[in-house]
C-alpha cells in the first residue's frame, strides 16, 4: 500500500512538474498598457552619453542625470546591457555576458549560451528549470546579417525575429525592442547616431506612435545566421 500511494505521489509531483513548464515562458510578458506607463513618464528625459565607473552610458535621463529610461550601458565587466532602466536598474532587457546573454528582468529571464546561441535554462521564482527538446530547437539567440548591410542580435523562435533584440542598421543607428513574426511589436527605441532618442510605438510594419515618422524599416533579406 505504501508502494502504491509513494508512485501516486510521484505521478502527482511529475503531472505538477509538467503543468508548471508548460506555463513558462522566456520572461515576464508585459502588458503594453505597462509599456505605456513607462514611456510617458521618461518622454520627456533627455537623451545623452556619460562615462562612470561602471562603463560608459547611452541613453535616456531624468532631470537630476540618473539613468532613466532606454538606454544603453557599454561596460568593461558585465558586457553590453541594454533596454529599459529604473534608476540605473535594468527593468527589462538583454545583459550580454563574454559567454552568456540574459534576456528578461532581473527575476525573470532566459540565458543562453553566445556561442552556441542555444537556451541553456530558463530562471524564475529562484529556481532554473531546463528546457525540454522542442524549446531547445526552437529558441535561440542570434546574429542574423543581411544584404543591406543591417543586423540583429536577439531572440528567435524557429528562425525568425521573436522577443527582445537589437536591430543595427548601416547608418549607425540602432533599435531595440520587442519582435514577433519577425515584425517590431509594442513600444522600443531608436537611438539616433546624434545621441538622440525616439520612442515608438509598432503595430505592423510601421510604427503607429505619432512623431515617428523618420522611423527606419527592417531588412527581411538575409545573408547569414551566425
Not at 513558462?24 to 513607462?38: G, N, Q, S
Not at 558585465?78 to 563574454?98: K, P, S, T, V, W
Not at 522577443?163 to 513574426?181: E, K
Amino acid at each position: 500500500m505504501k508502494h502504491i500511494l509513494l508512485v501516486f505521489a510521484l505521478s502527482l509531483y511529475s503531472l505538477n512538474s509538467l503543468c508548471q513548464f508548460t506555463r513558462l515562458t522566456r520572461h515576464p510578458d508585459i502588458p503594453v498598457e505597462y509599456d505605456a506607463v513607462f514611456v510617458d513618464l521618461v518622454r520627456s528625459h533627455f537623451g545623452g552619453v556619460v562615462k562612470s565607473s561602471y562603463g560608459q552610458y547611452f541613453g535616456q535621463m531624468s532631470a537630476d542625470s540618473n539613468v532613466y529610461g532606454y538606454g544603453m550601458f557599454y561596460t568593461d565587466h558585465d558586457g553590453e546591457i541594454c533596454g529599459q532602466f529604473r534608476n540605473g536598474n535594468l527593468l527589462m532587457g538583454i545583459r550580454m555576458g563574454a559567454a552568456v546573454v540574459r534576456v528578461g528582468s532581473e527575476d525573470h529571464y532566459t540565458a543562453y549560451d553566445l556561442l552556441t546561441g542555444e537556451a541553456q535554462y530558463v530562471f524564475l521564482n529562484d529556481e532554473k528549470y531546463k528546457l525540454d527538446a522542442e524549446h531547445l530547437a526552437s529558441w535561440r539567440f542570434m546574429q542574423i546579417q543581411y544584404k543591406n548591410g543591417d543586423k540583429y542580435v536577439g531572440e528567435v523562435v524557429d528562425g525568425r525575429r521573436d522577443g527582445y533584440g537589437i536591430y543595427y542598421y548601416a547608418n549607425g543607428n540602432f533599435y531595440f525592442g520587442r519582435y514577433r513574426d519577425n515584425k517590431a511589436v509594442g513600444y522600443g527605441a531608436l537611438f539616433h547616431t546624434d545621441n538622440h532618442i525616439s520612442l515608438q510605438y509598432w503595430d505592423g510594419p510601421k510604427p503607429a506612435m505619432p512623431g515617428t515618422e523618420e522611423a527606419e524599416k527592417p531588412a527581411d533579406e538575409e545573408v547569414n545566421n551566425e
